[in-house]
């Protein structure tokens, strides 16, 4: 058998050797080979705008020139590659660049936690750790939040099909309807709060509460700056700490470095993966408030806490946030974007899209079925965009926050082909 | 404040920004730079050799020269570093050189999946499809096992510290005796049979076992042949699936690609991760019977499944399986360390030391408080080495797979000068 | 130490000798010697009107001549008093009865299951069996519900206090708002509905729905018709076992045999207790449409489910039912009750009184503090009567259902004098 | 429909009306109606002999007159039957009484709590409190050990078919080889303290330790008096509370009131309930060290705390141990009763038997298959008497303590009849 060495989109290799598991291969069918910014060629050579950015792992583009090179140079002078929690020259730069370029200019002071290289990993940590402070089990969490495959992570995940994974009941968790789950005019933190004040209410009162400032994985849900600010303030009216989970939210794809600060909270514990190593290489950090950094040396622990290749290029990331700049043009390109998902909405009212999201996490969502239509017509047309959803209902727009207007503009016109092609098909069907 | 840009050992920038969950830095408490091979150096240029191997994911030690090359290739030429699990060139080569090098020459059919980058991932993906397969919950693990941070994981951990860090009862797992933890002449299968034979023995028929065929971490305890084939005739016997986790053991470390090659059992599942990467880059499979793997598509995820630069050395890891060459060199190098372990034991009776272990994963259990003076005078002498077990009773000695003669013999002379050090103080202490 | 055989009231034995669990006999300080009908006699000889039926098990009053004399017949004859779920001449009466004067005239062919003689017992094997036939494990209860104290029935009741006691994590359940809950405008089957049709609210389809048609400890919470036919809808729809908790309900209470009677659901699974015994005597059924009925024998057991004496007096309860008098008559008194209660909410609008209830299960809700020291107060002035609530903020008013108008006025004189008293009281204190 | 009503062994209402749960009908297929000391009679007026004693809640035997003389009095002169835990004065005589007989002479000071009138609510007060008091989880049992049927019971019961009743996962529990479990050369308790003083062993400490001095339903499995008092000091040493429930062993069964006096130890709490009511009636008590007693008012409550009648027979029944003639009568009948098991084993070597159990508590364990069709063979001869054990291979003979020299041999004569038929049968069946 010896199909799978040829440079061809022959999928054969991964149907016969990869486990049934696979799934992002199969909505977007060919074999990748290099990339470069906001782009993906494949081994025949078709390229792709890439709206996907590593499901937000990619923030600053495919293999950054200026990290790329850091990066080399490490690897051609035999830099340590693999440390554990050793410390490295590697760690202490990006620690200390952190604190530069990110904390003190935030006026915030968190102690660093490297809990092993993934977001699921992070979130793990800090409801450990938010368990041990408090001496209390319960987590609260909400509806169509998405914050890990592990268990202790799945518990406060809502999707029924991956907690049905787990395989045994996942407990120590309670869902609250996040901002917007009851409807526009229902305020669910008066909602929550009924809970926790009334002692007949059934549930403990929870060590502390998980949120995402908006759901990605979740359907685009923003939460509002009021609702954000509320629930901040319930937790501190009953102890309970803040977890802001901004593995995907985080490091710019919202417009601010930290998802949290169009609202001015502070939370007690931030849990930052995905584009925090730069290149897309696997690395996570846990930031906790220095008064709850009560861990015991190794009471949690890992292999790859130490991966130094992901060091270098994110220090070198960190300098994206050393002035204004980047926020602006976030935060100008989400402008455009947001109109041009406007205009796609105005255009086609049969398909009743709406459009959600800030800064660079956008997208529209529609009746089911039409956004993975949408998606498969993309990828026919070069552009590589994903849905999400309870339904995979809505189209997720997250390119690489470096992409430039004209790549933004191309991507855009992929899909507005593809949303009229959807919509031609649609018509020719109805019309037969 | 600006300690923390000087080449100097000063580890104050950890002190100041990082949890004060870090652990390894308080063990070696310098400032790591470069490394290649089984050496590394610190900032000042002080060299050590390396008998940790990163816990056992750097066994073909730090930075080997053709995986590097081939690394730093596909970083000139743009190759793309993250792609989740679509498909890409890199991840096809390392399927078909795993299925040609490793499983095709043993006979064995695994699907491969990859779960995330890290052995508790690997380990949570394993429970869940044993879970899901059988409709069972219950894990029958081991004493001293250990097999991840994450709460699935941990729940499968013997260790008490790390367990207690979960903050929640860790559940639907039931530990029975590891071989020898009765004492050599009782037999733990028998007494686990009794319990799942019995139905009145309070346990539930579990999913599956999970073992390590070698525990690393709870003690460098080594399971028979018989007794691991025995456990496996159990698994068959009562349908439980059985899950070797080869996170530490595999890649070679107890002599063979897989560390249950030497007695002959075909696993369900295994798991595997650090060394599986090459490199010290974070990357993990579990290895599935086709019939097990019954996963739905994205069941189970992760945003770094597809860490293309791990691949890209892992595919040329596999190139050390291709002859028997390298599985020689490990009988004949632990041969030789066994020797002189056994060395040490008879030279320093007073220490009452016990040599353990196969292939290049031994160690010497004292009593305790000794091995973790040894470590620090050998840390002194320019030797890193770690202590295991339950109370740190037992130095662990597993150096790069690669290293050579001259290395290992040169790393042993630190540690015996290091355990003569310590038998001296003793001694010293004692006179006066 | 003698001071306990004394007739007096000197309750010394019970600090001496009893944990400090007990409760009841601190709001009630006295000690019982003899009861007939609506009243109770301490040793000392004063006379109580009771206005609490020993928290609803008293439902036909004490010691009812007509199940004394049975009883005592049984027991002159050696009836056979203890059978385990042996058959036995007294239990089969009593299954034929309440076929006869229960199940038939209603419609209704539940199997009576004997789970054990307490209300708990009962709940327990509810959840049990819903679980086994459904193969699922969440059960859906409420807030301030209450169905009991063992570690199954804990896990569905609201009350924090209660939980906590549990000592452990209480599982496999997911409390959602009661009619009313959220206040009066907002309907909480609605938020119910979007729990359990979003595939990403985070909680599992649950096996059942557990809930009482009125929440006695839970603050004499009334849930509407319409409320409890659309949540029996919502059973329907989502295949849930609707389970009707009617411990304290049942027997009248509220007007029908019943509680649910007057909203024509018809429950999979009732849970009765308390007054079924008739006589205060400790018993319990599970009612189970035939379908579900799926137990082995012997699945679920105890000790005390055959207490014949228990079914001698039951047997003859229900000759209560047998006509409608008895309905019509609570139904009389309910509305007399009422009217009551509204005048002495109506007279001392200080106290911003709510009156609540149904039938026989009244109230009234004050501002917390006011309901405890009207109870005290009552029981200077003769009359037993409990609080309940969340925050013990209201009287619950549930005479034995045979109380005779007279007794109901000299009851609720001694009320009206009570809260007089603590509204004289709280004028002096503010007076001042 | 009329079947019911005859005077008749026609068990029809029982198969039409009650659920399929019922067990003890289906191997005891009549309808009792009346009995009396140690005997039974069904309608038809078949008199059978009782080796079985209600499972143990008829250690005075049926209807035993004095206390039946005293129940009808306090039912003719209106005794108050129902109190929750209200004061009463026949509570009141109880709690004087069981110092003045039991606790006192035998030097203990528990309190007494009254947890709700079933063993099972005897055992979940004493969990929840040991949980409570050292703020601890796990709860250690035993193999074969039974404890009841509601969930927190359940969860350290070891019957597989009754576990998997629950429907749930059964956790914070952890259950170990019970004296003779690994066989008779292997010490458990060495096993148990192994996993206990090792950190590595994948168990928390436990809160509790509960235990069965004989495990009556397990198969009449004797801990012998050095493994008791081995684990009351195991117990000591890590700080675990000790646990006995004597639900079944207490009141005399096996030669003391309490069944922890043939080895002298004193148990932190104790469970008793089925003969503790004196007359079949159901009634519970948990007694307490003092320093334990940490309730907080109505921590845990229930409705049938206060069966006063219970209180009435269960204080009259304690007049049975206000001198020694009691247990020494118990022991006379225990020795006649080993006599006579050794004897039918000896006589009947083919059936491979082996006599066991201490006091009136007492069996023969057979091959499986044989002990269930002696207690058929019995049943048709007239005497009612029970398997126990995983497979129902143990005869299990449990006679009211009551019984005379004449009763006890009448009963043996039966038993042998029917060992004898049992014998010929197989013997037949073997021939041909």
């Given at each position: 058998m010896n199909h799978a060495i040829r440079k061809s989109n022959d999928l054969g290799t991964f149907e016969h050797?990869?486990?049934?598991?696979?799934?992002y291969c199969r909505s977007f069918p060919t074999k990748f080979h290099r990339a470069s910014g906001y782009q993906m060629w494949d081994v025949e050579g078709k390229s792709y705008i890439d709206f996907f950015a590593g499901a937000g792992a990619l923030n600053y583009g495919h293999n950054p020139p200026e990290m790329k090179k850091k990066l080399i140079n490490y690897l051609m002078e035999d830099?340590?590659?693999?440390?554990?929690?050793m410390a490295s020259e590697a760690k202490e730069a990006f620690l200390v660049q952190f604190n530069k370029a990110i904390l003190k200019p935030r006026g915030l002071n968190y102690k660093v936690m490297f809990?092993?290289?993934?977001g699921t990993n992070s979130v793990e940590s800090a409801l450990k750790l938010a368990r041990k402070v408090t001496g209390r089990q319960t987590i609260m969490s909400f509806t169509n939040a998405f914050h890990g495959m592990t268990l202790g992570a799945l518990a406060v995940t809502g999707n029924k099909f991956k907690r049905k994974g787990a395989g045994v009941p996942l407990n120590h968790a309670v869902s609250m309807p996040y901002d917007?789950?009851?409807?526009?005019?229902?305020?669910t933190l008066a909602y929550i709060e009924s809970y926790l004040k009334d002692?007949?209410?059934?549930?403990?009162?929870?060590?502390a509460v998980i949120v995402e400032t908006l759901q990605g994985e979740g359907g685009i849900n923003v939460a509002s700056n009021e609702w954000l600010t509320g629930l901040s303030e319930i937790c501190k009216r009953y102890g309970m700490f803040l977890i802001v989970?901004?593995?995907?939210?985080?490091?710019?794809?919202?417009?601010?470095?930290?998802?949290f600060e169009r609202c001015g909270i502070v939370p007690d514990i931030v849990c930052m993966s995905k584009?925090?190593?730069?290149?897309?290489?696997p690395m996570a950090i846990t930031l906790i408030k220095p008064e709850l950094?009560?861990?015991?040396?190794?009471?949690h622990n890992g292999?790859?806490?130490?991966?130094n290749l992901a060091f270098i290029t994110a220090t070198e990331a960190?300098?994206?946030?050393?002035?204004n700049q980047f926020a602006e043009d976030i935060a100008a390109k989400g402008a455009l974007l947001r109109n041009e998902l406007d205009e796609i909405v105005a255009k086609f009212p049969e398909l009743k899209g709406e459009a959600r999201g800030i800064g660079m996490m956008q997208g529209i969502a529609f009746e089911p079925g039409i956004a993975e239509r949408i998606s498969i017509a993309a990828f026919e047309r070069g552009l590589i965009m994903e849905t999400s959803g309870t339904d995979s209902e809505v189209i997720k727009i997250m390119p690489p926050?470096?992409?430039d207007r004209d790549g933004l503009m191309e991507g855009l016109l992929l899909l507005k082909n593809s949303v009229e092609n959807v919509v031609d098909n649609k018509n020719t069907v109805l019309s037969h």
């Open positions: 050797y990869e486990s049934s598991v696979r799934s830099g340590i590659s693999h440390t554990l929690d809990p092993g290289p993934t917007g789950y009851m409807g526009a005019n229902t305020d002692s007949g209410s059934g549930i403990s009162l929870p060590a989970d901004d593995v995907q939210m985080g490091c710019g794809r919202t417009g601010s470095f930290f998802s584009s925090i190593g730069g290149y897309g290489l950094d009560q861990w015991s040396p190794g009471e292999t790859f806490r130490g991966n960190l300098s994206y946030w050393e002035t926050l470096m992409i």
